[in-house]
């Protein structure tokens, strides 16, 4: 299923103003296990044309992304996720992959078998026949409130980096090149067929507008700005 995908940039001030608003009717994700926020690290794939990072430059509105996804520096809970966008809507699709695996991409001793999960395989085709290979590592903080009609989902994601230490993927003393300037916030809005009147009121603040922010794409172009070559 296809799910609608909004974003906005935020301050701290309307930070917390949405969080107080959606406080009373939105629950934080039961995922956060009494914690605050939960941390995120993305590791992108792109071909040796750049496609992925040159559609997300020229706005291409039907396009996609792989990338391997662990939390809070957990591996042993690791997948690998196939991002679909069609203008402002989102789909993934996902499987489980072990460190190990991981491991595998990273150094190229990757094998095509029918005991693989079929997105693991169709990535390994792609690493074969179009040359994906790592170039940007993302990391960032998030605050998740969900609400179970119309399966809502709004989230506050900050203090955002990008590296390409691949090498220490999986460490936590990696390089990390700021993606925002200090005290910005990047909330995202995701929902179904519908989203309740309540909840989309209360998201409403002055001065909030939407924007086609992308880690992924921000994250390439902090990397070369930062190294002061080609991507």
Known sequence: MFRFEKKYILNNLQVEQ???????????DPILSGKSYYSIRSLYFDDYNDTCLKQVINGISERYKYRIRFYNGNTEYIVLEKKY????????TSCQISKEQVLDILSGNIIISK??????????????????RPV?????????????????????????????????LFDNDILRIPLMEEGSTILEVKYNDFIPDYIRFS??????????????????????????GCL
């Open 18 to 28: 949405l969080k107080h608003r959606l406080s009373p009717i939105m629950k934080l």
């Open 85 to 92: 966008k069609i203008n402002n809507m989102t789909h993934k």
């Open 115 to 132: 005991d693989n999960d079929k997105l693991l395989n169709e990535f390994y085709l792609m690493i074969k026949t179009r040359g994906f």
């Open 136 to 168: 940007v590592i993302i990391d960032y903080d998030r605050i998740p409130y969900v609400y179970d009609a119309g399966c809502v989902r709004v989230t506050f994601d900050y203090n955002l980096s990008c590296s390409y230490d691949f090498d220490k």
């Open 203 to 228: 998201l409403q603040l002055n001065e909030l507008y939407r924007t086609s922010f992308s880690k992924y794409g921000n994250g390439r172009l902090a990397i070369k700005n930062y190294i002061g």
